[in-house]
């Protein structure tokens, strides 16, 4: 059986996400599995990040000021690098988390407020079922 810190060993996780809060919440949860994580507060930082390397996993919330989640989403998919990169949608607002459900492109929808295992558990899962 794979542990979790050689699952998740030189993965890279993009975090974009406004709440500086919740932020620092998860990057630290999921650096304690060895992942090696960046973040982005807004639409647009998240943007430019995508465009320097090209994350395992994207943890996206939905309502972002400057670019929203799906606005985000659009270009993530456009590029050949990123195109097939697992993303879990996060949001407070449930009409947001059931437009992500409806489009299909998420690998897993939160809702806020959640625990940082939540997020740990679905991107550990996103990494074994979508290696990239």
């Known amino acids: 059986m794979t542990s979790s810190s050689s699952l998740t060993a030189q ?12 932020r620092e919440m998860l990057a630290p949860a999921l650096r304690m599995t060895g ?4 973040t982005a507060g807004d ?11 090209e994350p395992d996993v994207v943890v996206l ?5 400057i670019a929203t989640g799906f606005d985000v989403l659009k270009e993530l998919r456009a590029v050949a690098k990123t195109r097939l990169t697992p993303v879990i949608a996060i949001s407070g607002m449930d009409e947001y988390l059931k437009a992500a ?23 550990e899962s996103a990494i074994k079922q979508y290696p990239i």
């Open 61 to 65: 919330d939905l309502n972002l000021p």
């Open 101 to 123: 459900r409806d489009h299909g492109d998420f690998v897993a929808t939160i809702p806020k407020p959640f625990e940082p295992d939540t997020v740990v558990r679905a991107v």
């Open 43 to 53: 639409g647009l930082a998240g943007l430019r990040l995508l465009e320097a390397y």
């Open 11 to 22: 993965k890279e996780i993009l975090i974009i996400e406004d709440d500086e809060p919740l």
């Open 35 to 38: 992942l090696h994580v960046r």
